[in-house]
């Protein structure tokens, strides 16, 4: 037994196998590595690796041969589920492994050879002697002894074979997290062959020091220094290989190819003869009686025949037969270069990481123009940011990442300043970076608004202003003797339009600078917008006017809404005091308010003749309840005065009256302007 799986396991690994070692890898911001692997392939061989079992998805999915002299006749690996499919029809089980007598035992039944006897296997059980084996034979049961060296062997040499391979199975079961890939090549000379595919990885994730120049320096460069933390999960080791960081964001996606998947199917139910239904004869009956002469004769039923179904014949689907794609040339070296979204870095010199190990590498180093600069983020705090203005001049865009900031000179030269956050720079792209508050500086700030009357309409019942408002932010600065630019950041108002400088708009609103001289200062940053207001004269909830009736309307309660109220004429005589000469309107508004003072007056007089009816009506009705409690000459008394009290009552009404039809027709007047 031992004879025949050493032979079956020398057949399935070719002797002419050359594993193919990685000679570069791209890790991609994005999670994905692209690994290439070079080696000399013998003429007739085939190139072997071996790759983490998680990654076998993407290498079948993106695998790629460059062979210059040969073709690729495909690439065989073992089976997801390596061990059930080995073990699939077999009286084995991988635990049946762990020794030879359970081994021998699982395979009882089987016909065997042992020391020259022949039998079905019973039983196997070891012995301080040996291993002893029983065996069935025609003439009955022998006990055979196996000592060390010798053998056992099957009859049935396709069993063995299925044996020997589920042993391979059990052995590559040990080291389940990863595959051997064999690629079949066919070619006649010896050549280099490379294999190139991309896999999940954990994304390279780059770190800076940024050496700056001190607050009012001369030097115009900052250095700018980067690092790449790199991590191995390979399973391979990298020797001397050229390493690329590449920053961009390319669609990625994963599809589970190196998984079984079986298509569910519709099950069809197996068609049986129907059951033979009959009837039992009861026996006959009479006929039933005729219907009268006059009744109608019944139509006779009609039967319908259904025509048998029948299905069009299912077309055939040709295979079309699949080019084997052409031999690619050799892979070129990979050179640092832009393309679009698209950045890599190139390490100048190889790079070694074993398997598992962690590395920090550096990347970049250049010299970029920087200026020192305070900046305002926030208007509700008391200090500035100090940060440094930071502009891509390198021929390639910079990706996220953590920037360590060190002074570069003078006091500050070699100290830690802070971090600030860098997020993706295109070429030519400004930064500003914070990296601290500056508590030598301080600022407030304070907010303002002013109209301005730019025109004046009158329309029916309404005065229409045109109003300019200025929104005025000003922000008042202490340098303490400090020089250089500060920089704000002043957030958008919907429908404003700014009165100054701004440099730029960005997700943070309105950029300005201002520069500062060691003195106090006050920066104002003003906003315009166009603002319409109307100002009504008379309440329109109230209805129309014409249809009031002054008995039945409480002019105290609701003076306010009427026109000529209070409110009204004090709103429009201070816009009127507010309005330059020169506004457009203003005139026209003039004459408004003179003739709302004239609805005023008019309105006073209506009040007053009003409260005097309502003190006569009291009157009436006091004298009215006298006339009743009264006899005699008492009641006569009382019937003169509730006679006098209704006239003076009438003449009230009447005067009340005289005011609201000349209040009416003033209002009249007065809502007609501007129709």
């Avoid at 940024?210 to 115009?220: D, I």
């Avoid at 990625?252 to 049986?272: G, N, S, T």
């Avoid at 600030?420 to 508050?437: K, N, S, Y």
């Amino acid at each position: 037994m031992r004879r025949i799986c050493l032979t079956l396991l020398l057949a399935s690994c070719p002797a002419l196998a050359a594993d193919l070692p990685v000679r570069s890898v791209t890790l991609s911001s994005g999670g994905l590595a692209q690994i290439e692997r070079v080696g000399e392939v013998a003429a007739g061989g085939s190139a072997t690796f071996r790759a983490p079992t998680d990654d076998i998805d993407d290498l079948l999915r993106s695998l790629v041969v460059a062979d210059p002299a040969g073709t690729v006749e495909g690439v065989r690996l073992p089976a997801r589920d390596l061990a059930e499919e080995a073990f699939r029809g077999l009286p084995l089980r991988p635990a049946d492994f762990e020794s030879r007598a359970a081994l021998i035992t699982a395979l009882r039944g089987q016909e065997a050879t042992a020391s020259g006897s022949t039998g079905r296997i019973a039983h196997a059980a070891e012995i301080p002697a040996g291993l002893r084996v029983t065996l069935i034979t025609p003439g009955g049961l022998i006990a055979v002894l196996l000592r060390e060296g010798e053998e056992i062997r099957l009859s049935d040499t396709t069993l063995a074979s299925r044996v020997a391979r589920a042993a391979e199975a059990v052995a590559a079961s040990r080291t389940n997290d990863e595959r051997r890939v064999e690629i079949a090549l066919r070619a006649d000379r010896a050549r280099d062959v490379a294999v190139l595919y991309v896999t999940g990885a954990p994304v390279w994730k780059p770190s800076w020091r940024l050496l700056v120049p001190a607050p009012g320096s001369t030097q115009t460069m900052a250095r700018l220094q980067g690092w790449a933390v790199v991590e191995n999960a390979s399973g391979a080791d990298w020797e001397r290989i050229r390493l690329a960081l590449v920053s961009g964001e390319a669609a990625a996606f994963h599809q589970p190819l190196y998984d079984p998947i079986r298509v569910p199917r519709i099950e069809m139910p197996v068609r049986v003869p129907d059951a033979v239904r009959v009837t039992a004869d009861t026996g006959t009956r009479p006929p039933p009686p005729a219907p009268p002469p006059t009744a109608s004769r019944g139509a006779s039923g009609m039967a319908g025949a259904l025509a048998p179904s029948t299905s069009a014949p299912m077309a055939q689907r040709g295979i079309a037969e699949q080019s084997r794609a052409q031999p690619s040339e050799p892979a070129l070296p990979i050179q640092a270069a832009v393309t679009a979204g698209r950045v890599a870095f190139v390490l100048g010199e190889p790079v070694t990481i074993r398997a598992g190990e962690t590395a920090n590498v550096p990347f970049l180093d250049a010299r970029l123009p920087a200026e020192r600069v305070w900046w305002i983020q926030d208007l509700s705090a008391r200090n500035p940011l100090s940060a440094l203005r930071l502009r891509n001049a390198l021929p390639t865009a910079l990706p996220d990442g953590l920037a360590t900031v060190y002074g570069a000179e003078g006091n500050e030269a070699g100290a830690f300043l802070g971090d600030a956050e860098i997020r993706t720079m295109a070429v030519g792209d400004t930064r500003i970076l914070a990296f601290a508050r500056d508590r030598d500086v301080q600022f407030t700030t304070a907010s303002s608004s002013t109209d301005r009357i730019i025109r004046i309409a009158a329309a029916r019942g309404v005065v229409k202003l045109e109003v300019t408002r200025t929104e005025e932010v000003a922000i008042a600065v202490d340098p303490r003797e400090g020089r250089g630019p500060l920089v704000i950041d002043l957030p958008r108002r919907p429908g404003a339009t700014p009165r100054f400088p701004v440099i730029v708009e960005g997700d943070f609103g309105l950029r300005t600078e201002s520069a500062l001289a060691a003195t106090p200062a006050t920066l104002r940053f003003p906003f315009e917008r166009q603002v319409g207001q109307e100002i009504p004269l008379w309440d329109p909830g109230l209805g129309d006017l014409v249809l009031l009736r002054w008995r039945e309307f409480d002019l105290e309660q609701n003076q306010r809404r009427l026109p000529g109220g209070p409110g009204t004429l004090e709103s429009l005589q201070q816009i009127l005091g507010r309005a330059a000469p020169e506004t457009p309107g203003r005139p026209e508004l003039a004459a408004t308010v003179e003739a709302v003072q004239g609805v005023r007056r008019q309105l006073d007089e209506l009040r007053t003749r009003v409260r005097v009816w309502r003190v006569s009506e009291a009157s009436l009705t006091r004298a009215r309840q006298a006339v009743e409690d009264r006899t005699g000459a008492e009641r006569a008394e009382a019937q003169r005065r509730l006679n006098q009290a209704s006239r003076e009552s009438e003449t009230a009404a009447a005067a009340a009256d005289t005011a609201w039809e000349a209040w009416l027709r003033a209002v009249q007047t007065l809502l007609a302007r501007g129709a």
